[in-house]
T-cell receptor
Framework: RKEVEQDPGPFNVPEGATVAFNCTYS??????FFWYRQDCRKEPKLLMS???SGNEDGRFTAQLNRASQYISLLIRDSKLSDSATYLC????????????FGQGTELSVKP | EPEVTQTPSHQVTQMGQEVILRCVPI?????FYWYRQILGQKVEFLVS????????KSEIFDDQFSVERPDGSNFTLKIRSTKLEDSAMYFC????????????FGSGTQLSVL
């Protein structure tokens, strides 16, 4: 089983749509959780950290369910500029910057 | 905004040759990393470096790989004898003490081994 699994995608949505990404992780020792964004052949960029209480940053909302080992990202009112690959990322307790990346889900927002 | 810089952006080499990929981390960062991404695949951890020594490495980071911080600013990844399967985008990253999970990535070096 992969350590981090994501929806395969791609997701093709119209502007203004709400889109949800799901992710599961296999290691219960995972401690920290993130969503990164990656544009084509560019570096990953941190979008947001994910906390058990859930957190929101503008149009983006992230949720974590430790019992189910499940992470989600919701994008509301999607923009053309949201088109990218969204990476679910976890790391284990005591392993600092050793991040475990999911395969990523590609999002394409169309006019 | 400070950023991690990597050079070169593209490197083409012949199989069996040595390559050195260079990185300049953000100046007040103390944790340094190399990751790689083979085309169409996920980003994979290679190695982390702190206090002038490797703190962790993955199975990918075998004896053909080495890292060095030769001076106060550069952080390098050396591949001694490149293989075709080493072709990938290599990302350098750094992080701040105390928040070493929040990584800042460089724009990467695309390595092509022919």
């Amino acid at each position: 089983r992969k350590e981090v699994e994501q929806d395969p995608g791609p997701f093709n949505v119209p502007e203004g749509a709400t889109v949800a990404f799901n992710c599961t992780y296999s290691n219960s020792a995972s401690q920290s959780f993130f969503w990164y964004r990656q544009d084509c052949r560019k570096e990953p960029k941190l979008l947001m950290s994910v906390y058990s209480s859930g957190n929101e940053d503008g149009r983006f909302t992230a949720q974590l369910n430790r019992a189910s080992q499940y992470i989600s990202l919701l994008i509301r009112d999607s923009k053309l500029s949201d088109s990218a690959t969204y990476l679910c990322v976890v790391n284990k307790r005591g392993q600092g910057g050793k991040l475990i990346f999911g395969q990523g889900t590609e999002l394409s927002v169309k006019p | 905004e400070p950023e991690v810089t990597q050079t070169p952006s593209h490197q083409v080499t012949q199989m069996g040759q040595e390559v050195i990929l260079r990185c300049v981390p953000i100046s007040n960062h103390l944790y340094f990393y190399w990751y790689r991404q083979i085309l169409g695949q996920k980003v994979e951890f290679l190695v982390s470096f702190y206090n002038n020594e490797i703190s962790e490495k993955s199975e990918i980071f075998d004896d053909q790989f080495s890292v060095e911080r030769p001076d106060g600013s550069n952080f390098t990844l050396k591949i001694r004898s490149t293989k075709l399967e080493d072709s990938a985008m290599y990302f350098c990253a750094s992080s701040v003490p105390g928040t070493n999970e929040k990584l800042f990535f460089g724009s990467g070096t695309q390595l092509s081994v022919l």
